[in-house]
Structure formats: C-alpha cells, structure tokens
C-alpha cells in the first residue's frame, strides 16, 4: 500500500495505491470526501482517493508520504462516515533498504537479466529480477520493496519479469536521483560493512 500526496499537480487529494491501475478496466464510486477506485470484471479495491485531506489530517509532501497511526485511524473513521466497510493498515516499515545479492542466477528467458536471491533483512530473501551489468554475488547495494514509489513516480509493486517473479527493484543512483549520480548503467554499489536491513535514507555515503 502506497500513500501518494502532491497537492501542485494533482490537488488536495491523498491517493491510496494497493496495485498498478494503468493497464486495467476500473471504476469509481465516490460518497462525500472518499473515492474508491475498483476493478470492473471483479470489483476489488485497487485504490482509495481522499478528497479535501487537509481537512481531516496535516499532510504536506511532493510523492510518496508516510502517516502516523493516527491519521490512518482519522482516515479510516471518514471511511466508516462513508458507508465503506474497508479498513486502512499502516505499514512503516522502510521501502529502500540496504540489500545484498547472496545467489544469482542467469534468466533463461534473457541474455541480460539475472534472477538474484536478496537478502533484505536479517535471514529474509526475496526475489528480484535485475538486469544492472554489475549485478554480482556478495554486492550490497538498494531495494525498493513493494510499497516504494519512485522519484520518477512509478510504483513498485510484485510482479514478473519474462515470467520470473519478482519481489522489488535493486536501483541505481539515477533512479533513486540521488546528488551527482553517474550517468551509466548499473546498480549502487555500498561499502562491504553497510548493515544490511537498514534504511538507505540513514545511510550517507555511496560508493560507486
């Protein structure tokens, strides 16, 4: 779940994001401030719109923001006001972490991807397709876990690659637009004693 807030281009709007909507037939049904965007055939949530947010919460930020446990409630009791049955779960754990590739395997279906085994926490790997030139076993480097969103604004969410599953981003400098950021391909390379787990925000120095 992504919250999304950009009141310059998009207005006073806080957008909810569970799945990508770009390439599906949706609706929306709106009562009072609250908007659920829902999948035709099926009629699962794909997104909640909450209209004049900065009447029922303080929000400020240009993408992806982060609320406290009581906003979210603030929210769900709008949406309870509303007649909607759905309940909003706040998630803060940290969507770019420090990530290390411990297997990685060419993808059958590719000449440049590898299917890599990440470990992203103490003991918890996932697996993320990557097709970055230096991609190695033992390189620490980012991920954008399910949840992110991009500087550039696209979502990351579960999905597959050349029809390999994949749980999330390992990124480059340029994507995550960090200062001076090399202009060639390949994803950041971290210092061997970067903790692996932790929060790339807390983190102040890229090596490559």
Not at 121 to 145: E, F, H, M, S, Y
Request: proline share 4%; with cysteine.
């Amino acid at each position: 779940m992504i919250f999304a807030y950009n009141k310059e281009h998009v207005g006073d709007v806080l957008m909810v994001i569970f799945q990508d909507t770009k390439d599906v037939k949706r609706s929306v049904e709106r009562k009072g401030k609250v908007g659920r965007v829902y999948l035709d055939e099926t009629g699962e949530t794909l997104a909640w719109n909450i209209f004049e947010v900065s009447s029922l919460i303080d929000i400020e930020g240009n993408g992806q923001v982060f609320l406290t446990d009581e906003q979210v409630a603030t929210l769900n009791a709008e949406l309870v006001k509303e007649g909607f049955e759905a309940s909003l779960e706040n998630d803060k754990s940290p969507k770019f972490v420090v990530a290390e590739i411990v297997e990685m395997v060419d993808h059958p279906d590719s000449d440049h991807l590898h299917i890599c085994q990440v470990e992203i926490n103490d003991g918890q790997r996932v697996q993320i397709v990557c097709g970055a030139p230096n991609a190695a076993q033992g390189l620490k480097t980012v991920a954008a876990l399910p949840g992110a969103m991009m500087p550039s604004g696209s979502l990351i969410f579960p999905g597959k690659l050349r029809g390999e599953d994949s749980f999330g981003m390992l990124c480059s400098a340029r994507e995550l637009e960090l200062p001076n950021a090399p202009q060639v391909r390949g994803i950041i390379e971290l210092a061997d004693d970067v903790t692996v787990g932790e929060s790339f925000g807390s983190l102040s120095t890229v090596v490559g």
